[in-house]
């Protein structure tokens, strides 16, 4: 099945800075999702974004389909940023996510 | 309009029982996938229903069943639990099967003890 890997898998910044989250996929997908998993571990909906680029507020994603990666850049991060960023991919699989491990974002007053 | 609505939020079970969850979708959503997250194994796709027809299911053992009914409403059933059942269950709800958005509920912690 589709391989998903996610970079950083840590990541600590001060507040105020910016990062960006890298996530690459093994195979052709239908479409790709970024979620933000809050402390009591609920998926909050960041972007649907099987290709192109896309920005909400302070948080900007980027998905090049026919390179097989996505990105999420995270501008002035807030501590209440912090948490677990998913990507996830649905391949030729229909109706089936595959989500990579995270990258856990702390970010400190 | 309201979300997905996961109940019961939390559960302590004692192995060998057996367990329903259930799961609410958003309203017009006729899709429903279940998810298990573990810390040593991440989140791991268990099945998807719908239309009331299971259309993708991942590799877990047959104690782990599911089901879907007109409403679009759906339950999960563990059997015969083992401490590694011990997880947050998470369902999502989407418009169609592919190819949409899919929004997750806040789950279920499930521990067995």
């Known amino acids: 099945g589709i391989q998903v890997e996610q970079s950083p898998p840590d990541l600590i910044l001060q507040e105020g800075a910016n990062s960006t989250l890298r996530c690459n996929f093994s195979?052709?997908?239908?479409?790709l999702q970024w979620f933000h998993q809050n402390p009591w571990g609920q998926l909050i909906n960041l972007f649907y974004?099987?290709?192109g680029t896309k920005q909400n507020g302070r948080l900007s994603a980027t998905t090049v389909a026919t390179e097989r990666y996505s990105l999420l850049y995270i501008s002035s991060s807030q501590t209440t940023d912090s948490g677990v960023y998913f990507c996830a991919v649905e391949g030729t699989n229909a109706g089936k996510s595959t989500f990579g491990d995270g990258t856990t974002l702390t970010v400190k007053p | 309009k309201a979300g997905v609505t996961q109940t019961p939020r939390y559960l302590i079970k004692t192995r060998g029982q057996q367990v329903t969850l259930s799961c609410s979708p958003i309203s017009g959503h006729r899709s429903v996938s279940w998810y298990q997250q573990t810390p040593g194994q991440g989140l791991q796709f268990l099945f998807e229903y719908f239309s009331e027809t299971q259309r993708n299911k991942g590799n877990f053992p047959g104690r782990f069943s599911g089901r879907q009914f007109s409403n679009s409403r759906s339950e999960m059933n563990v059997s015969t639990l083992e401490l590694g059942d011990s997880a947050l269950y998470l369902c999502?709800?989407?418009?169609?099967?592919?190819?949409?958005?899919?929004?997750f509920g806040q789950g279920t912690r499930l521990t067995v003890v």
């Open positions: 999502a709800s989407s418009l169609w099967s592919e190819n949409t958005e899919a929004f």
């Open positions: 195979d052709s997908v239908n479409n």
């Open positions: 974004i099987p290709s």
